[in-house]
Structure formats: C-alpha cells, structure tokens
C-alpha cells in the first residue's frame, strides 16, 4: 500500500514469471520425427509429457535426419543460438548404421560434450546400440564410446535411446528403422525420469 496525504492505494506488484526451461534435444531424424506427423516427434512429445509433470519446458528440436555424430559437432554452434540450459545428445545411429569408427564416435561425442558444458548446458547423454551385422566386437566398441564419454564428461547415460522399441514391429514403422508415434510414447515414458533429474540440475 502506498500512502499520499489522506488517500491510500494498494498496489499490487506481481512477481515476473521466470521464462522455460530450454532444453535442446540434438540428434538425427529419431529425434527429428521422420515419418511422423511434428506432433508426434520425440522433442513434442517429450515436451508434453513433462509439462503433465508440471515441468515449465520449452523443447528445442534440433534433429536432422541423416545426421552422424560429426555432423551433430558440426552444426552445434547454430543449435546453441537457442540458448539452452539442458541437452539431450542422441545422436550416433548414423555412425552404426554406416559401420564408422568409433574412435571418431567417441571423439565426436566428447566435443559436443565438451562445448556444451562450456557454454553451461547440462548434458544427458542418450546412448545407441550398433546394428548386429557387424559382429559382436565392433557393438562392443560403439556401446563402450557412449560409456566412456559419459564417465569422462562426468554426465549421465541413458544407455539406449531406443530401449523398448528396437525390433518391435508394433512400435515401428515399416522400415524397421524408425518408431511410429506410439514407439516414440515408449521412448519418452522410460527416458522422463531421467530428463526430470537433468532438469533438477538446473538452478530456478
């Protein structure tokens, strides 16, 4: 209340609302929704899902079908303009589909990382399993790249992005590749916890 002579006023001041948490989910056309109607791409539907949790979310879709783990490094400068405070990284599919080096998988991962702690972003890491017809020694050193990255970035691991859904028919569509909307909810309800505790890490 303001006083002026006699006269008094209430005032009321409310407090500025604090804007949404950007979180910036980098990956390839997983992530991007290929063949899914936008509303029903992992990035929307994630966004959702945490606002039902009463999470003040915004959900950046940075992902670019096609893209490998250099080509995620390549473009994160323009996928920081966004100015986020969390990252999900999902990228690497591409990598194991094209039977590329680890070596430079693990690198790849590790920059992205890298940069995006520098900028303050804090990280969780979606890891990929490599497809089985190349042999058990290279899916043994693209599971270990993930492994590795996250224990020298010190962030968490997710360990498969697709857990749930990977060779389900019912949850993917026809190229065997790529979740329907329904293989996406999957994706979604097993990853929420852990998006929630990445979203804690950030200070209101």
């Known amino acids: 209340m303001v006083a002026y002579g006699a006269l008094a006023f209430i005032v009321n001041v409310s407090p500025a609302r604090a804007a949404p948490v950007t979180l910036l989910a980098l990956g390839d056309s997983?992530?991007?929704?290929?063949?899914?109607?936008?509303?029903?791409?992992?990035?929307?539907?994630?966004?959702?899902?945490?606002?039902?949790?009463?999470?003040?979310?915004?959900?950046?879709?940075?992902?670019?079908?096609?893209?490998?783990?250099?080509?995620?490094?390549?473009?994160?400068?323009?996928?920081?303009?966004?100015?986020?405070?969390?990252?999900?990284?999902?990228?690497?599919?591409?990598?194991?589909?094209?039977?590329?080096?680890?070596?430079?998988?693990?690198?790849?991962?590790?920059a992205i990382i890298a940069k995006l702690q520098g900028a303050g972003v804090k990280v969780l890491l979606a890891g990929m399993e490599a497809p089985p017809n190349l042999g058990p020694e290279y899916g043994q050193a693209f599971r270990a790249a993930y492994t590795q990255v996250a224990k020298d970035r010190g962030v968490a691991l997710y360990p498969f992005f697709l857990d749930g859904v990977a060779a389900n028919p019912a949850l993917n569509q026809k190229d065997g590749l790529h979740p329907t909307g329904a293989g996406v909810a999957v994706m979604v309800g097993r990853m929420l916890p852990m998006v929630e505790k990445l979203l804690d890490q950030v200070r209101p």
């Open 30 to 110: 997983l992530t991007a929704g290929y063949g899914l109607p936008a509303a029903e791409a992992f990035p929307v539907q994630l966004e959702a899902a945490l606002k039902a949790k009463g999470r003040d979310v915004r959900v950046v879709n940075a992902g670019v079908s096609g893209d490998t783990s250099a080509g995620g490094l390549a473009r994160l400068d323009w996928a920081l303009a966004d100015k986020p405070k969390t990252a999900i990284v999902a990228l690497g599919a591409n990598d194991g589909l094209r039977g590329l080096d680890t070596n430079r998988l693990r690198a790849n991962l590790d």
